[in-house]
């Protein structure tokens, strides 16, 4: 009687697991979607900044430059809670939200390569496809350990 039962059991459980399984491959694939629709939030505002502090290094009063650099950061600052969001949910993100973390160390002007090759990899297909080395940042090919 216990096989019989284990027997009837045994297509749900298969049933059960099959379903599961795409569940999750489903779920994955929104997890994806989503991750770069945050992303492409971020490089909207991502865009904004580089095109304000382009404009911050043009402008002839200090006072002026002062405000177009601030609210370029404030923008940088916005963008960077969609980076992590999307890096969360898809790894592939992490160096661009990475990047976007340096801006309260690093001044905007060493931000603008990167994030501009991020974002337009972005906006020619979704695919995070930046490396350093195409941006022409030095790659050291043999590092050493303790430096």
Known sequence: MAQRMTRRRAPRLVATAAVCVAAALGLGGCANAHALALVRQACTHVDRSLDLYKKSTTDVSPATQQAD???????????LPLAATAAG???????????????????EADLVIALTQQCASVA??????FSPAAAGAP???NPTVGQ
């Not at 650099?69 to 963008?79: G, P």
């Not at 949910?89 to 001044?107: C, H, I, K, Y």
């Not at 020619?124 to 496809?129: A, E, H, P, S, T």
């Open 89 to 107: 949910e898809n790894a592939q993100w992490q160096a661009f939200m990475t990047t976007l973390s340096e801006s309260s160390r690093v001044p």
């Open 124 to 129: 020619q297909g979704g695919q995070n496809n």
């Open 139 to 141: 790659v050291d090919t």
């Open 69 to 79: 650099s601030t609210s370029a950061l404030i923008q940088l600052r916005d963008a």
